[in-house]
């Protein structure tokens, strides 16, 4: 039988956010596709926003783990398991002391503590749903565990950690990065995608790591896009960490040119500031 977050004995303390986030995974099917969740979940679960920015269910990390599984050659039960995972994996913040995640200065150790909790607690959660794969709390538990040893909550390291919730470690650090927070700015996607390949595996297997990076096109072929240099133009070619080529329509002052290509990769200190249309 389904569970009933609003009345079951167990989820009475929580807060309402919580039990209605776990409502949703517990009267849902398992996730048979990306393309699928927002229909089958509802467009708040996906796009609901938590304090600090963060957010309990962000629709890209699992449209970016989805695609990374696809490309390390993962079956398609794995994929829709991973998909649901990295949905759900930060269900576990709503349950952090608002003060706390809405603290936009340094943390004090208990405070630390308490936020890096946050993987048992949505993993506790998830663990009492009936018809969710027992992947789902898993990637929950381990998806801030890091390659070398330096995550949380338990530690733990390479071959100790699950390889889907490295997929979600790696989703999610991305996400992080071009995210703004209340302390800080977002970075560009491209310095992001830097970022990645600089951390490789340190945060999780170098396959993983490589397979996001090969799999994500952070800037689709016929996107507009302004160059570092002011110039404007259209990608043409995705390249690979943000690092495409671009055909140039305009100059820098905005003046029509002759059509010409511009491979990023060949030119380090070029890159895209930023997506116009």
């Known amino acids: 039988a389904t569970l009933q977050p609003e009345t079951d004995g167990p989820w009475a303390p929580w807060p309402g956010s919580v039990r209605r986030w776990v409502n949703v995974a517990a009267v849902g099917d398992r996730a048979t596709g990306t393309g699928r969740l927002a229909d089958r979940f509802g467009p708040d679960v996906v796009d609901r926003r938590v304090d600090n920015g963060h957010r309990a269910h962000d629709p890209e990390p699992y449209l970016n783990a989805s695609v990374t599984g696809a490309a390390l050659g993962w079956e398609d039960e794995t994929l829709s398991d991973l998909a649901l995972a990295a949905l759900l994996a930060d269900l576990g913040m709503l349950m ?10 340094v943390l004090s150790r208990l405070e630390r503590r308490e936020l890096e909790n946050h993987p048992r607690l949505g993993s506790d959660a998830l663990q009492a749903v009936a018809r969710v794969s ?29 390889p ?48 996001f990076i090969g ?18 133009g259209r990608v043409r070619d995705v390249g690979s960490a943000g690092r495409p080529t671009v055909e140039i329509l305009f100059d820098e002052r ?11 990769a060949m030119y380090p200190t070029l890159f895209i500031a930023a997506s116009t249309a």
């Open 96 to 105: 952090v002391p608002e003060h706390v995640r809405s603290k936009p200065g």
């Open 134 to 162: 027992p992947l789902v709390p898993l990637v929950a538990l381990q998806h801030h565990e890091r390659y070398d040893g330096a995550g949380y909550p338990a530690g733990l390291s390479r071959g100790d950690i699950r």
């Open 164 to 211: 889907e919730a490295q997929v979600v470690a790696v989703c999610h650090r991305y996400i992080a990065a071009v995210s703004p927070r209340n302390y800080r700015e977002g970075i560009p996607p491209y310095q992001a995608m830097e970022l990645m390949q600089t951390l490789g595996d340190a945060l999780a297997a170098q396959s993983i790591v490589s397979a």
């Open 215 to 232: 799999a994500i096109a952070i800037y689709p072929v016929g996107t507009q896009v302004r160059l570092s240099d002011g110039r404007v």
């Open 254 to 264: 905005g003046e029509s040119t002759e059509p010409a290509f511009e491979d990023l």
